[in-house]
């Protein structure tokens, strides 16, 4: 499995980018997508997932309502639209997926390990 993060950059707050992630390498059906980010010394966060099969979401708290993460199949592409953009997402953002045998019903709880992951994008929200 590989995957290409894309769409970082410099933006002032309340403006919006749109990250994509671009999978590859086995069918995505019962497999779940997801972005994580990390800031400067702090740890790595959940944002938000997607089931492949369904589209059923999952967010952070601290997202929920700006962003939106979405499953383009026919590009076999993850995006996540990232809106009122705060300069606390200033953040490398990290695509993952990971196989999920209830996908179906929704993402699962945030804990569960991802298998494989994309490089980060760095996105830089200036006030």
């Known amino acids: 499995v590989q995957l290409q993060a894309s769409g970082g950059g410099l933006v002032q707050a309340g403006g919006s980018l749109r990250l994509s992630c671009a999978a590859s390498?086995?069918?995505?059906?019962?497999?779940?997508m997801a972005w994580f980010r990390q800031a400067p010394e702090k740890e790595r966060e959940f944002v938000a997932a997607v089931s492949w099969t369904g589209g059923r979401t999952r967010y952070a708290d601290s997202v929920k309502g700006r962003f939106i993460i979405s499953v383009v199949k026919a590009r076999n592409t993850v995006h996540l639209q990232m809106n009122s953009l705060k300069p606390e997402d200033t953040a490398v953002y990290y695509c993952a997926t990971t196989f999920f045998q209830g996908s179906h019903y929704g993402p699962p709880d945030p804990s569960v390990p991802y298998n494989y992951w994309g490089q980060g994008t760095l996105v830089t929200v200036s006030s």
């Open positions: 390498g086995r069918p995505f059906s019962n497999y779940v």
